[in-house]
């Protein structure tokens, strides 16, 4: 089991670095990280995914760091979440149709195509691209990048151990 | 201009500390960083986007920190990339309508309603996310979180500044 945070940052030089070193100073292991620029100028927000047993931790060490404006758990009940990817499937003519049944299937969209490979890309909740790269994965893999894990409450839901703090 | 980096790293601790550290130590700016596990096990893709300026300069630091195993620069014309974002859009019932219209020009999906909101996904070329956002900004944009950049090299496109080496 793992847990969401939601982390809005200012964007000041050296807070990523802050973060991820504090994760890894203190052994927390993070399972994805993603982080982009919000709708308010000058801040950014990076959504982490931890272990279960980590969350408290991470939460109030998270809060100790400058730059950190809020952190929010986001309750995977009450919250959407994606990731996208591009993953390129070993496909030759013979082959190529049944991988894209299979990708149509999916929702996933063919973004190009070789000689021997054809090229998805898959957005959706970050549970069914496991779940398509496991149906894919016999086929050959050639190539695979993934954004990581973005999340955000469901409207009027509220966050749970939430908590602000201007520093 | 920017440049897009696609860096293969092994999964051990403080790896993305690392890389995160000495941008910052060094004063590159890093535009967007999105990292996520690869179909080797026990090894992840950091998909890095910095200045022009620094390109060379980011890609010779990268190549001295320990756990790097490859960076390669991607050329824009002749890589595929993609972003997600989620974003929350004001819009009572009687705006509703027009703000899921200029949704459905870009190929937004709704994935969320609420009293006074929509929350629509969009998944496509990083400059697309920000034609969006520019468009449903008026409306008043609620909540937004974005997956920074992840890039391909097109199936059979050489990779320019690319090279290997087990550290």
Do not use: W
Not at 42 to 66: A, F, N, R
Not at 81 to 104: H, K, N, Q
Not at 148 to 154: E, F, S, W
């Amino acid at each position: 089991m793992h847990h969401t945070l939601s982390v809005t940052v200012q964007d000041k030089p050296g807070v990523l670095a802050r973060v991820a070193s504090m994760c890894s100073l203190r052994g927390f292991n993070i399972r994805s990280l993603a982080v982009g620029p919000i709708h308010h100028a000058g801040l950014s927000k990076i959504t982490l995914v931890v272990d279960d047993v980590e969350v408290e931790q991470v939460t109030k060490q998270l809060h100790k760091l400058v730059n950190i404006l809020k952190v929010s758990e986001l309750d995977p009940n009450e919250s959407l979440e994606r990731e996208v990817m591009l993953v390129r499937v070993s496909a030759d003519p013979g082959t190529r149709r049944e991988v894209r049944d299979t990708a149509e299937v999916f929702g996933a969209t063919t973004i190009d195509v070789g000689a021997n490979s054809v090229t998805f890309e898959l957005c959706d909740h970050p549970q069914r691209l496991t779940d398509f790269l496991s149906l894919v994965a016999h086929y050959g893999v050639l190539d695979l990048v993934k954004s990581g894990r973005i999340a955000m409450a469901r409207d009027g839901k509220a966050k749970t151990r939430s908590t602000a703090g201007e520093q």
